[in-house]
């Protein structure tokens, strides 16, 4: 997953001759890229090494015919420019694919029923759409989700600007977990009793399908760290020991201070963008850890290479701006959503799976499960107009909260101090935590609200706005 940055291939051009001395007055070029378009991405089945000790059958990847790698590769666009990827289906079930937290039209989000047709085993879809927004994105798919995810299905997204600050490379993390038994197979997805409080767990831990990976990266050089909490489940609370690393973005946006790292608490669905100085000596080694367990667990490595190339966090330059959320705060309309928990309606059988409970609910609603007949939106939004969700959590389990289309500015919590402006399109709702979401609905079409705790998401956690 390592890439060299411009900075290193415009240095050995350099080096090379290439551009001589009026390298620093060429137009900032990109290298590489010139992605078939569209990208061919097969969702398919394989067996593959997952827990260092035997093969795991019928693990669901994505392929773009490109990666080498077993995990679904790392996509990636410029901003603004056309992003297309054909999504070939050849499992042997349905399945879609959602970009998460790309501001996109609504026919190419990916939710079965409510913006576009589920995908047949063999059938394909074309997706095509320009991201507005610069960061770090994923894509995943929104139907029999659990399974699909729970078995391989996400991959990172990476939407790059021009005009960012040039790093001495870049490691892009996808985080999750696998349910795995002592024999390397799938186990049950879930627990019922599990789905019920935090979710259930994974059996091994994996950081781009590998068990605490490492990377190299240059010697007293800086180094994009990109990460995806893509597990159904897991919230992690990351520290990294041996390196000094400063958190530039939040869920794809820069964040409006840059601060050191101590500890961060990211959630599924969430990313996380670290700028990492790297220890000045070969072969020093920064580990990121989780530390919500009670007995902390490396995530994976930076190993430096070469001679130190002495760079300072502080010469950093900011991170190029996304539009932000504009909000007309005198006349917004306040819309409340309760997240509770319910034993009412379990779901309906669905071609997109159902885990056959209901267990939790939005304003004491449980989604009854992907239809053609889906209940009625949460609320009808006017496109144009500013709401304020005020969220609150009546359970004493945490729910990352996802808004699929638009995103959306934290006001306020009861519960912490919130670094204004945070945008988001998923928000960790602790327990008891009310948040005001400020938003303006500026795009049309139905647009899912659901907890990104898969099995939550699957037992009534769903909801949807709809944008008039
Ligand atoms: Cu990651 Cu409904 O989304
Ligand atoms: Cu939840």
Redesign the pocket.
């Known amino acids: 997953m390592f890439r060299p940055s411009r900075r290193t291939l415009l240095k050995s051009a350099a080096v090379a001759g290439a551009y001589g001395a009026g390298m620093a007055l060429l137009p900032r070029i990109h290298v590489a890229l010139a992605a078939p378009n569209p990208i061919l991405l097969e969702a398919r089945n394989i067996d593959t090494m997952l827990d260092g000790k035997g093969l795991t059958r019928k693990v669901m990847s994505y392929s773009d015919g490109r990666s080498t790698e077993a995990a679904p590769p790392v996509l990636r666009v410029q901003r603004g420019e056309k992003f297309a990827a054909t999504l070939i289906n050849t499992l042997d079930e349905p399945s879609t694919v ?1 970009w ?1 937290g790309i501001r996109l039209p609504n026919d190419q989000d990916g939710v079965p029923f409510l913006s576009q047709p589920y995908v047949y085993p063999g059938d394909r879809f074309d997706y095509a759409f320009s991201p507005p927004d610069a960061g770090t994105f994923w894509y ?1 798919p ?1 139907c029999n989700t659990l399974t699909q995810m729970g078995r391989g299905l996400a991959g990172m997204l990476i939407v790059e600007d021009r005009n960012d600050p040039v790093f001495d490379g870049e490691v892009a993390l996808n985080l999750r977990d696998w349910r795995l038994g002592g024999d390397s197979q799938f186990i049950d997805q879930f627990k019922p009793r599990d789905a019920a409080k935090t979710g259930t767990f994974g059996t091994v831990r994996t950081a781009n399908w590998q068990l605490a990976p490492t990377y190299d990266a240059p010697a007293g050089g800086l180094v994009r760290l990109r990460i995806v909490a893509s597990d159904v489940t897991r919230i992690f609370n990351l520290k990294l020991d041996g390196a000094e690393a400063d958190i530039i973005a939040i869920d794809g946006h820069p964040v409006p201070e840059r601060m050191p790292l101590d500890m961060v608490v990211i959630s599924p ?1 969430q990313r996380l963008d670290l700028a990492v100085r790297m220890p000045d000596s070969e072969g020093g080694v920064a580990t990121l850890a989780d530390i919500r367990p009670s007995t902390p667990k490396a995530v994976a490595s930076l190993r430096s290479v070469g001679t130190s190339l002495k760079r300072d966090l502080g010469d950093l330059g900011p991170l190029a701006e996304n539009a932000g959320v504009d909000i007309d705060m005198a006349n917004a309309t306040e819309i409340p959503l309760l997240l509770s928990a319910t034993a009412e309606n379990a779901g309906k059988d669905s071609i997109c799976g159902t885990l056959g409970y209901s267990f939790w609910a939005i304003n004491k609603k449980p989604w009854p499960g992907d239809s053609a007949d889906p209940m009625d939106p949460i609320a009808e939004l006017k496109l144009g107009k500013s709401y304020i969700f005020n969220v609150e959590n009546v359970t004493p389990h945490a729910h990352p909260i ?1 808004l ?1 289309g638009m995103n959306f500015k934290v006001i306020a919590s009861n519960k912490r101090s919130i670094q204004q402006p945070l945008v988001s399109d998923t928000y960790l709702m602790l327990p008891d935590e009310k948040v005001r979401l400020a938003l303006v609905a500026d795009n049309l079409g139905d647009w ?1 609200f ?1 907890c ?1 705790i898969i099995e939550h998401q699957k037992t009534g956690m769903t909801g949807y706005m709809r944008v008039v």
Request: charged share 0%; no cysteine; aromatic share 0%.
């Open positions: 959602h998460h995943h929104h669905g996802h699929h899912v659901h990104h």
